[in-house]
Nanobody, 124 residues
Framework: QVQLVESGGGSVQAGGSLRLSCAAS????????MGWFRQAPGKEREGVAS????????NYADSVKGRFTISRDNAKNTLYLQMNSLKPEDTAIYYC?????????????????WGQGTQVTVSS
């Protein structure tokens, strides 16, 4: 019944920017921590960023710190990931996720609900 739908992926040159969105429905979105994960071909899924239910606390992987910004608009039931200064190694399928653990950990077990993913491709 919980649905998370990502959008905003695409192809961009290195140094460019993209903003991903995740629209949530079917549950009380504002009570869940939210996260962004990504998976490149042949690699394990890795955590990118997370945000507390009220949006006051954020957590980032070292590889994206200073380049990516996670935010949420609870009135619109929408999660965002602003990605700047993109690098070819950022190429992956990006997933949004929701969980009720309230730990903001960048690990899959802290999130029970997942979107279908959106492709991001960064060319050199």
């Amino acid at each position: 019944q919980v649905q998370l739908v990502e959008s905003g992926g695409g192809s961009v040159q290195a140094g460019g920017s993209l903003r991903l969105s995740c629209a949530a429905s079917g549950y009380t979105y504002s009570t869940y921590q939210m996260g962004w994960f990504r998976q490149a071909p042949g690699k394990e899924r890795e955590g990118v960023a997370s945000i507390s239910p009220g949006g006051r606390i954020t957590n980032y992987a070292d590889s994206v710190k200073g380049r990516f910004t996670i935010s949420r608009d609870n009135a619109k039931n929408t999660l965002y990931l602003q990605m700047n200064s993109l690098k070819p190694e950022d190429t992956a399928i990006y997933y949004c996720a929701a969980g009720d653990r309230w730990d903001m950990a960048l690990v899959e077990r802290s999130y029970a609900y997942w979107g279908q993913g959106t492709q991001v491709t960064v060319s050199s």
